[in-house]
């Protein structure tokens, strides 16, 4: 009896979902950390990439993405890199990574947090800030099947910029400041490799997206041009006067237009 006791405890939902804002949820040899609002039967999600040596805990900090997701009815679900790195292809001193431990490390991480939280994943935005944001374009190009939405911010990806996408192309909205000396429009050199260039980077995709047509419009601070396809996806690029800064309200406008 005292086995079957302990076995459930084990099995209970309760327990297999212990994790969440402030303990780590484990995946394999990987953690993330979420925040679930409260009253909402089966939330969305807004995931989000940290920067260069971030961390999840560090971005589960920040009251105003998690304010942001629940107020959307998301789950706000914060993403770890390897050392508060991530694993791209291109990157320096690894320039023959192909990105795709990373890639399977957010399918495994979206499908425990739908099995741990009930959440629904046909209503899911992937953001990222810097080195963030180049974690958000190439799963965008390589895995956009795992998001409805995608907003990197300040960051995309390592030159070369790739041909061409693996996976269908989705909603893309890419915030930048246009006085980012960190990681400037035109990409700087970083050891043995270089940051892309952002306007190479949304050239590629409207040409494999076939995204068309411009509509410029004022969005809060930002300057946004926004491109459709046939398929009513949204290419959008939006410019703010300023360098390389992180602003909830940039990215809650540009989910809003």
Avoid: K
């Amino acid at each position: 009896m005292r086995f079957l006791v302990a076995l459930a405890l084990i099995l209970s939902p309760a327990v297999a979902s212990a994790c969440g804002q402030d303990t780590d949820c484990v995946v394999g040899d990987r953690i993330y950390r979420i925040a679930v609002p409260e009253g909402v039967a089966n939330p969305g999600v807004l995931a989000y990439a940290h920067g260069y040596r971030g961390s999840a805990a560090g971005a589960m900090r920040n009251g105003n993405l998690r304010r942001l997701a629940h107020e959307n009815g998301m789950a706000y679900l914060a993403l770890q890199g390897v050392d508060g790195s991530w694993q791209l292809p291109n990157r320096p001193r690894a320039r023959d990574n192909t990105g795709e431990a990373e890639f399977a490390y957010v399918e495994a991480v979206l499908s425990d947090a739908e099995a741990r939280f009930g959440l629904d994943l046909s209503r899911s935005v992937m953001t990222g800030f810097s080195a963030g944001g180049m974690m958000t374009w190439n799963i965008a190009c390589h895995r956009s099947e795992l998001f409805e939405t995608f907003v990197p911010m300040s960051g995309t990806f390592w030159d070369p910029v790739p041909e061409t996408c693996t996976s269908p192309p989705a909603n893309v909205v890419h915030i930048h400041g246009n006085a980012d000396t960190t990681v400037p429009l035109s990409g700087r050199a970083i050891a043995d490799s270089s940051q892309g260039d952002v306007l190479e980077a949304l050239a590629m995709y409207a040409g494999y997206g076939g995204f068309t047509g411009e509509e410029r419009a004022q969005v809060g601070d930002m300057t946004c041009e926004t491109r459709l396809n046939a398929n009513g996806h949204r290419l959008g690029f939006c410019l703010f006067d300023g360098g390389h800064g992180f602003g909830v309200g940039r990215l809650r406008a540009a989910l809003a237009d």
